[in-house]
T-cell receptor
Framework: RKEVEQDPGPFNVPEGATVAFNCTYSNSASQSFFWYRQDCRKEPKLLMSVYSSGNEDGRFTAQLNRASQYISLLIRDSKLSDSATYLCVVNSQAAGKSTFGDGTTLTVKP | DTGVSQNPRHKITKRGQNVTFRCDPISEHNRLYWYRQTLGQGPEFLTYFQNEAQLEKSRLLSDRFSAERPKGSFSTLEIQRTEQGDSAMYLC?????????????????FGPGTRLLVL
Protein backbone atom coordinates (compact mmCIF):
# COMPACT_ATOMS: atom_id res chain seq x y z
CA ARG A 1 0.00 0.00 0.00
CA LYS A 2 1.34 3.44 -0.91
CA GLU A 3 1.86 6.02 1.83
CA VAL A 4 -0.30 8.56 0.00
CA GLU A 5 -3.16 7.36 -2.18
CA GLN A 6 -5.27 9.27 -4.65
CA ASP A 7 -7.95 8.37 -7.14
CA PRO A 8 -6.09 8.71 -10.46
CA GLY A 9 -9.18 9.75 -12.38
CA PRO A 10 -9.30 11.08 -14.99
CA PHE A 11 -12.01 13.52 -14.03
CA ASN A 12 -13.63 15.08 -17.10
CA VAL A 13 -15.94 17.95 -16.19
CA PRO A 14 -17.62 20.84 -18.02
CA GLU A 15 -16.64 24.42 -17.35
CA GLY A 16 -18.37 25.77 -14.27
CA ALA A 17 -18.64 22.39 -12.57
CA THR A 18 -17.61 21.68 -9.00
CA VAL A 19 -15.18 18.82 -8.58
CA ALA A 20 -13.70 17.19 -5.49
CA PHE A 21 -10.52 15.16 -5.10
CA ASN A 22 -9.71 12.89 -2.21
CA CYS A 23 -6.47 11.67 -0.73
CA THR A 24 -5.64 9.31 2.12
CA TYR A 25 -2.34 8.91 3.93
CA SER A 26 -1.04 6.08 6.07
CA ASN A 27 1.47 7.76 8.43
CA SER A 28 -0.46 8.99 11.45
CA ALA A 29 2.56 11.07 12.51
CA SER A 30 2.28 13.25 9.40
CA GLN A 31 2.53 16.93 10.24
CA SER A 32 1.93 19.02 7.16
CA PHE A 33 -0.16 18.64 4.07
CA PHE A 34 -0.30 20.28 0.67
CA TRP A 35 -1.89 20.21 -2.73
CA TYR A 36 0.39 20.74 -5.74
CA ARG A 37 -0.60 21.24 -9.34
CA GLN A 38 1.40 19.77 -12.22
CA ASP A 39 0.80 20.63 -15.86
CA CYS A 40 1.78 18.16 -18.56
CA ARG A 41 5.58 17.83 -18.81
CA LYS A 42 6.10 20.65 -16.30
CA GLU A 43 7.31 20.75 -12.72
CA PRO A 44 4.91 20.61 -9.75
CA LYS A 45 3.84 23.94 -8.27
CA LEU A 46 2.34 24.52 -4.86
CA LEU A 47 -1.39 25.17 -5.03
CA MET A 48 -2.15 25.44 -1.32
CA SER A 49 -1.28 24.20 2.12
CA VAL A 50 -3.94 22.27 4.03
CA TYR A 51 -4.81 23.19 7.61
CA SER A 52 -6.77 21.25 10.21
CA SER A 53 -9.47 23.88 10.28
CA GLY A 54 -9.86 23.81 6.52
CA ASN A 55 -8.82 26.67 4.29
CA GLU A 56 -9.95 28.41 1.17
CA ASP A 57 -8.12 30.23 -1.61
CA GLY A 58 -10.51 31.70 -4.11
CA ARG A 59 -12.31 28.84 -5.87
CA PHE A 60 -10.23 26.21 -4.06
CA THR A 61 -11.06 24.72 -0.67
CA ALA A 62 -8.88 22.21 1.15
CA GLN A 63 -9.89 20.12 4.13
CA LEU A 64 -8.02 17.79 6.46
CA ASN A 65 -9.44 15.06 8.68
CA ARG A 66 -6.63 13.82 10.90
CA ALA A 67 -8.75 11.14 12.55
CA SER A 68 -9.54 9.56 9.19
CA GLN A 69 -6.17 10.52 7.67
CA TYR A 70 -7.98 12.06 4.76
CA ILE A 71 -7.41 15.23 2.73
CA SER A 72 -9.69 16.77 0.14
CA LEU A 73 -9.58 19.50 -2.48
CA LEU A 74 -12.71 21.13 -3.82
CA ILE A 75 -12.63 23.24 -6.97
CA ARG A 76 -15.68 25.39 -7.65
CA ASP A 77 -16.64 27.00 -10.97
CA SER A 78 -14.02 25.03 -12.91
CA LYS A 79 -12.08 26.85 -15.62
CA LEU A 80 -10.40 25.41 -18.69
CA SER A 81 -7.10 26.50 -17.13
CA ASP A 82 -7.71 24.21 -14.14
CA SER A 83 -6.94 21.21 -16.37
CA ALA A 84 -3.87 19.60 -14.79
CA THR A 85 -2.80 16.81 -12.46
CA TYR A 86 -3.35 17.53 -8.77
CA LEU A 87 -0.86 15.98 -6.38
CA CYS A 88 -1.54 15.37 -2.70
CA VAL A 89 1.61 15.81 -0.57
CA VAL A 90 2.31 14.83 3.02
CA ASN A 91 5.33 15.65 5.22
CA SER A 92 6.14 13.73 8.37
CA GLN A 93 8.19 16.65 9.70
CA ALA A 94 8.55 20.35 9.10
CA ALA A 95 11.28 19.87 6.52
CA GLY A 96 12.79 17.06 4.56
CA LYS A 97 11.05 14.28 2.74
CA SER A 98 7.76 15.09 1.05
CA THR A 99 5.65 12.10 0.06
CA PHE A 100 3.58 12.64 -3.06
CA GLY A 101 0.52 10.79 -4.23
CA ASP A 102 0.44 9.74 -7.87
CA GLY A 103 -1.96 12.54 -8.72
CA THR A 104 -5.49 12.98 -9.97
CA THR A 105 -5.91 14.20 -13.53
CA LEU A 106 -8.55 16.81 -14.23
CA THR A 107 -9.73 17.87 -17.68
CA VAL A 108 -12.17 20.77 -17.87
CA LYS A 109 -14.03 20.93 -21.17
CA PRO A 110 -15.90 23.83 -22.79
CA ASP B 1 15.08 34.29 -13.91
CA THR B 2 15.59 33.74 -10.17
CA GLY B 3 13.87 30.37 -9.95
CA VAL B 4 15.41 26.92 -9.55
CA SER B 5 17.40 25.90 -12.62
CA GLN B 6 18.52 22.46 -13.70
CA ASN B 7 20.98 21.34 -16.35
CA PRO B 8 20.85 19.63 -18.68
CA ARG B 9 17.13 19.63 -19.43
CA HIS B 10 17.42 16.39 -21.39
CA LYS B 11 19.98 13.61 -21.38
CA ILE B 12 20.14 10.49 -23.51
CA THR B 13 22.76 7.95 -22.56
CA LYS B 14 23.63 4.33 -23.12
CA ARG B 15 23.28 1.74 -20.42
CA GLY B 16 26.40 1.53 -18.29
CA GLN B 17 27.44 5.15 -18.74
CA ASN B 18 27.70 7.67 -15.90
CA VAL B 19 25.63 10.85 -15.91
CA THR B 20 25.68 13.97 -13.75
CA PHE B 21 22.95 16.52 -13.30
CA ARG B 22 23.21 19.97 -11.77
CA CYS B 23 20.71 21.98 -9.77
CA ASP B 24 21.01 25.66 -8.89
CA PRO B 25 18.51 26.56 -6.18
CA ILE B 26 16.96 29.94 -5.51
CA SER B 27 19.93 31.91 -4.20
CA GLU B 28 18.96 32.42 -0.57
CA HIS B 29 17.44 28.97 -0.08
CA ASN B 30 19.32 26.75 2.36
CA ARG B 31 17.39 23.52 1.72
CA LEU B 32 17.65 21.49 -1.46
CA TYR B 33 15.82 18.31 -2.46
CA TRP B 34 16.11 15.75 -5.24
CA TYR B 35 13.13 13.75 -6.48
CA ARG B 36 12.57 11.27 -9.30
CA GLN B 37 9.34 11.06 -11.29
CA THR B 38 8.24 8.45 -13.80
CA LEU B 39 5.23 8.65 -16.08
CA GLY B 40 1.91 8.40 -14.29
CA GLN B 41 3.45 8.61 -10.83
CA GLY B 42 4.11 11.38 -8.38
CA PRO B 43 7.63 12.54 -7.54
CA GLU B 44 9.56 10.16 -5.27
CA PHE B 45 11.93 11.62 -2.69
CA LEU B 46 15.60 10.79 -3.19
CA THR B 47 17.62 13.01 -0.86
CA TYR B 48 17.67 16.32 1.01
CA PHE B 49 20.37 18.83 2.00
CA GLN B 50 20.37 21.59 4.53
CA ASN B 51 23.23 23.85 3.50
CA GLU B 52 26.03 21.41 2.60
CA ALA B 53 24.87 18.62 4.92
CA GLN B 54 23.00 15.68 3.39
CA LEU B 55 20.39 15.04 6.08
CA GLU B 56 18.21 12.34 4.58
CA LYS B 57 18.50 9.71 1.86
CA SER B 58 15.82 7.45 0.48
CA ARG B 59 16.32 3.71 0.17
CA LEU B 60 15.69 4.40 -3.53
CA LEU B 61 19.12 6.01 -3.63
CA SER B 62 21.20 2.94 -4.34
CA ASP B 63 24.97 3.03 -4.14
CA ARG B 64 25.04 3.91 -7.85
CA PHE B 65 23.54 7.29 -6.95
CA SER B 66 25.42 10.04 -5.19
CA ALA B 67 24.50 13.63 -4.50
CA GLU B 68 26.62 16.49 -3.28
CA ARG B 69 26.18 20.10 -2.32
CA PRO B 70 29.76 21.09 -1.57
CA LYS B 71 29.37 24.77 -0.76
CA GLY B 72 25.76 24.79 0.25
CA SER B 73 24.70 26.37 -3.03
CA PHE B 74 24.35 24.26 -6.21
CA SER B 75 24.02 20.49 -6.05
CA THR B 76 24.95 17.62 -8.34
CA LEU B 77 23.33 14.21 -8.68
CA GLU B 78 25.46 11.50 -10.28
CA ILE B 79 24.25 8.14 -11.48
CA GLN B 80 26.93 5.58 -12.17
CA ARG B 81 26.53 2.59 -14.48
CA THR B 82 23.09 3.72 -15.61
CA GLU B 83 20.34 1.15 -16.13
CA GLN B 84 17.21 1.39 -18.27
CA GLY B 85 15.17 1.58 -15.07
CA ASP B 86 16.88 4.89 -14.25
CA SER B 87 14.99 6.56 -17.09
CA ALA B 88 12.86 9.22 -15.43
CA MET B 89 12.49 12.93 -14.79
CA TYR B 90 14.87 14.09 -12.05
CA LEU B 91 13.46 17.08 -10.19
CA CYS B 92 15.25 19.43 -7.86
CA UNK B 93 13.49 21.69 -5.37
CA UNK B 94 14.66 24.27 -2.87
CA UNK B 95 13.21 26.02 0.15
CA UNK B 96 14.14 28.53 2.81
CA UNK B 97 13.81 27.22 6.34
CA UNK B 98 11.10 29.06 8.22
CA UNK B 99 9.78 30.82 5.13
CA UNK B 100 6.00 30.66 5.32
CA UNK B 101 5.24 33.82 3.41
CA UNK B 102 4.18 32.02 0.27
CA UNK B 103 1.32 29.78 1.23
CA UNK B 104 1.55 29.60 5.01
CA UNK B 105 4.00 26.70 5.16
CA UNK B 106 7.60 26.28 4.11
CA UNK B 107 7.28 25.99 0.35
CA UNK B 108 9.39 23.85 -1.93
CA UNK B 109 9.98 25.43 -5.33
CA PHE B 110 10.71 22.99 -8.12
CA GLY B 111 13.03 23.35 -11.07
CA PRO B 112 11.99 22.27 -14.59
CA GLY B 113 13.69 18.88 -14.21
CA THR B 114 16.19 16.84 -16.18
CA ARG B 115 14.64 14.17 -18.34
CA LEU B 116 16.91 11.11 -18.54
CA LEU B 117 16.56 8.36 -21.12
CA VAL B 118 18.81 5.33 -20.80
CA LEU B 119 19.00 3.25 -23.99
Amino acid sequence: RKEVEQDPGPFNVPEGATVAFNCTYSNSASQSFFWYRQDCRKEPKLLMSVYSSGNEDGRFTAQLNRASQYISLLIRDSKLSDSATYLCVVNSQAAGKSTFGDGTTLTVKP
Amino acid sequence: DTGVSQNPRHKITKRGQNVTFRCDPISEHNRLYWYRQTLGQGPEFLTYFQNEAQLEKSRLLSDRFSAERPKGSFSTLEIQRTEQGDSAMYLCASSLSGDTTGKGRETQYFGPGTRLLVL
